[in-house]
């Protein structure tokens, strides 16, 4: 609950949940249509019984990410951006957020 009203006030909209199997890339996105020029994509996870973790933050382009092992794409209208997670593990199974900063 606490997460959707923060992600409300931020104007950010993520799909609900997303799955895949061990070993089968996926793609997390994330839409934040009213982006200011100045702000980064910030991209988070938080495993089960732990607090959220930074993954990586990107203005425009792709990003090598290590922790989970992917890519981080913000596209060249910056309106969404995609986590892919290229090769997921079971330990990789987690509540991952977008977020927007300076």
Do not use: M
Not at 68 to 89: I, K, M, N
């Amino acid at each position: 609950y606490a997460s959707a009203v923060a992600a409300a006030k931020a104007q950010i909209q993520q799909e609900p949940s997303a799955e895949t199997t061990e070993g089968q890339a996926i793609n997390i996105t994330c839409s934040h249509p009213n982006i200011q020029t100045n702000e980064y994509i910030q991209w988070y996870r938080q495993l089960p019984g732990q607090g959220p973790t930074f993954i990586a933050s990107l203005h425009k382009g792709s990003k090598a990410v290590s922790e989970p092992v992917g890519t981080l794409l913000v596209g060249a209208e910056r309106r969404s951006s995609v986590l892919q997670l290229s090769w997921p593990r079971r330990r990789d199974a987690a509540v991952y957020y977008c977020a927007r900063g300076a």
